[in-house]
């Protein structure tokens, strides 16, 4: 019987031996899929602020460009008129918002609006609201159509078929 007992301790040894193993590989395995998951992780967080800078700096271009036509807008009117003054003023905060976003990263935009939101909630929801009504008359508008193809069309004289001779 002695070695009934030596020869099952020895299996349960070698049964520990093999789930303490098995254990280690496991650790490892989940060690591995845990950096591969940091490095995928690292790469869309650099591929998303990749992307929100490119579109950072396309949104202070096009921002530019507004302040630019504003600017063109108000030199065509009067001088010292009231339309002109407000164009020109439209113009100035256009250029300045256009350089407030062309000059820092989004963390940094953002941090910005948070601030202001703490300080102007009032202004901040207003701001908010005013802007998505704009952008939804702005994606709901229809594009103008050409009507002078159609005025052409009403304007010309009507013919009962007959050819005037």
């Known amino acids: 019987m002695p070695d009934d007992k030596n020869e099952e301790a020895s299996r349960a040894e070698a049964v520990k031996r093999k789930a ?3 254990g280690e590989a496991a650790k490892e395995k989940l060690e591995d899929l845990k950096e591969a ?10 591929r998303v602020a990749d992307e929100a800078e490119r579109r950072r700096a396309g949104t202070g ?4 460009q507004i302040a630019e036509a504003l600017t063109k807008a108000a030199e065509s009117l009067d001088e010292g ?9 439209a113009a100035d905060g256009m250029d300045r918002l256009a350089s407030e976003i062309q000059g ?3 963390g940094q935009l953002v941090g910005d609006a948070s601030d202001f939101g703490r300080r102007h909630p009032a202004a901040f929801v207003g701001g908010a609201a005013l802007l998505g009504f704009a952008l939804s008359r702005f994606s709901t508008a229809k594009p103008l159509e050409d009507d002078s193809q159609g005025q052409s069309e009403q304007d010309a004289p009507e013919t009962d078929g007959e050819s005037a001779s």
């Open 20 to 22: 303490q193993q098995a």
């Open 81 to 89: 008129s009231r339309p002109r003054e407000v164009f020109e003023a």
């Open 61 to 64: 271009d096009q921002v530019a």
């Open 37 to 46: 998951a940091q490095g995928l992780a690292g790469e869309a967080g650099e």
């Open 104 to 106: 820092k990263s989004i």
